[in-house]
C-alpha cells in the first residue's frame, strides 16, 4: 500500500499585531496576568473587511503548493479545517477553490476545530493511500479576532485567540518507512458546551436573528434570541478553561502515547514534538511528562496566540523553516480542544 507524505508546507499570519498591553486598553486584563496563564504575549489580527479566512488560507495554500512543485491546477482535493468560516454556509473550501482557480474538484470543509488539522490530516492520509487523489491540499485557517467578545466580560476567551492560516500538500510516496505513520482520532461529546459557540444554531430554534432584526412573527414554534441575549453575549464563544485545561493535560498524552506504541517507538525516539498552540502550560507540562528536551518542541503560541484549526501547520511549518525538521525525522503532532476532540499523528518525514 502507499504512504502518503506532506510535500509542501506554508503559512500566513496578517501583519496587524496586538499585543497583551493593547488588550489590556480595552479590558480588564494585564500582560502580566496573560503571559503568567497562556505564555502569551502577542498575536495577531486580520483585517476586517479585507481578509477572511478563506483568503488567509489561499495565501497559505499557495506557498505550499509552490513548495510541493505543483501547480493549483494539479491539486485535486481539498480539505479545509475551520471553526470560523466565511460564510455559515457554504464553506471556505469553495472560496478556496475558486480564488485559486481550481474549479471542478471536491472541496470538503471540517469543522474538528483544535484537532481539525490532525482530522484533516488523516482524512487526507486516506484518499492518498488509496490511491484516489495524488495531491490532497489540507487548510486550517482561522479568523477569530472577527468573533470574540472584547469588553472584559469575555476576557478569559478572546485574550487566547489569534488569526492565521497553514496548508500542506499530501502526496503519495512509496518510500518505506516514510510520510504519515498513523493517525489517531478521538472525541467525547459529553463536553460539547465546554468550550463552544452556540449561537447561532438549531438548538434555539431558529439559527439567527431577532424578531428586532426582522425575523418574522414566530410561526412553527421555537425560541427566538431576546434582548436579554443579546445583553449576556450569548452570541459570544464560551468556555470553562479549567475543564478544558484539566483534561487536555491528560489526553495529549495520552493520544501521543498510542501514536508512539502503534508504531513501536518511544518519547525519546522524537525528533520533533508540535502540539496544538492551545496553551504554553499545556504544552509544558505535556513535555514534562514526556520527558522531551526544550528543543524537541516546538512552540509559538508566544507570538500568536492560539490559531485553533492553523495552530499547528503554523508551528510545524516555522520549525520546518528553522531547519528543526529535517528529511528522516520523526515527528509527532497533537491536539486537543472544543468537541472535545483530540487526535495524534506521527510522521516519518
Ligand atoms: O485549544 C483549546 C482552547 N482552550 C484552552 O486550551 C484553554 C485551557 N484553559 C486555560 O488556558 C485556562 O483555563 C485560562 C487561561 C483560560 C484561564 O486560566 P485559569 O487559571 O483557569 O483562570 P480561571 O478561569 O480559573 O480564572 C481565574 C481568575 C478569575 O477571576 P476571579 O473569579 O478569581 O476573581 C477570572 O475572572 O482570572 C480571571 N480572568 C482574568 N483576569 C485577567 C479570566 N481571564 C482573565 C484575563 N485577565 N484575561
Redesign the pocket.
Given at each position: 500500500m502507499l504512504q502518503s507524505k506532506i510535500a509542501g508546507i506554508g503559512f500566513y499570519v496578517p501583519e496587524k499585531v496586538v499585543t497583551n498591553h493593547d488588550?489590556a486598553k480595552i479590558?480588564?486584563?494585564?500582560d502580566e496576568?496573560?503571559q503568567e496563564?497562556?505564555g502569551i504575549v502577542e498575536r495577531r489580527y486580520a483585517e476586517k473587511h479585507k481578509e477572511t479566512t478563506s483568503t488567509m488560507g489561499a495565501k497559505a495554500a499557495e506557498i505550499a503548493i509552490e513548495r510541493a512543485g505543483i501547480t493549483p491546477k494539479e491539486v485535486d482535493f481539498i480539505i479545509f479545517a475551520t471553526l470560523s468560516p466565511d460564510y455559515y454556509f457554504p464553506g471556505s473550501g469553495v472560496l478556496l477553490q475558486r480564488a485559486l482557480g481550481m474549479n471542478g474538484i471536491g472541496a470538503l470543509d471540517i469543522r474538528n476545530?483544535?484537532s481539525g488539522f490532525i482530522y484533516g490530516l488523516s482524512i487526507a492520509d486516506q484518499f492518498v493511500k488509496t490511491g484516489m487523489y495524488k495531491n490532497v491540499l489540507l487548510v486550517g485557517a482561522e479568523f477569530h479576532s472577527c468573533g470574540l467578545d472584547f469588553t472584559t466580560r469575555g476576557?478569559?476567551?478572546?485574550?487566547?485567540f489569534g488569526d492565521g492560516a497553514g496548508a500542506v500538500v499530501i502526496q503519495p510516496t512509496a518510500e518505506k518507512n516514510k510520510g504519515i505513520l498513523s493517525t489517531h482520532l478521538h472525541a467525547d461529546g459529553e463536553y460539547a458546551e465546554k468550550?463552544a459557540y452556540i449561537n447561532p444554531g438549531s438548538h434555539g430554534g431558529v439559527h439567527l436573528g431577532t424578531e428586532k432584526y426582522g425575523y418574522p412573527e414566530q410561526e412553527f414554534g421555537g425560541i427566538f434570541f431576546t434582548d436579554k441575549m443579546y445583553e449576556d453575549g450569548d452570541y459570544y464563544p464560551n468556555?470553562e478553561?479549567?475543564a478544558?485545561?484539566k483534561l487536555?493535560v491528560t489526553k495529549f498524552p495520552e493520544v501521543i502515547n498510542e501514536a508512539l506504541a502503534q508504531n513501536g517507538y518511544k518519547a525519546s525516539d522524537l525528533d520533533m514534538f508540535v502540539p496544538?498552540q492551545?496553551?504554553l502550560?499545556?504544552s509544558q507540562l505535556v513535555q514534562r511528562q514526556l520527558g522531551l528536551p526544550d528543543e524537541k518542541v516546538w512552540n509559538n503560541i508566544q507570538k500568536y496566540g492560539?490559531t485553533?484549526a492553523a495552530?499547528i501547520p503554523i508551528a510545524l511549518c516555522e520549525a520546518w523553516e528553522a531547519g528543526k525538521v529535517k528529511e528522516g525525522d520523526l515527528v509527532c503532532l497533537a491536539?486537543?480542544?472544543?468537541g472535545f476532540t483530540w487526535a495524534s499523528s506521527l510522521i516519518r518525514w
Open positions: 488588550l479590558m480588564d486584563t494585564s496576568w496573560i496563564r497562556t476545530q483544535c476576557r478569559n476567551v478572546s485574550v487566547i468550550l468556555m478553561g479549567q478544558v485545561f487536555a496544538h492551545a496553551n502550560r499545556i492560539n485553533t495552530s491536539a486537543f480542544g472544543s
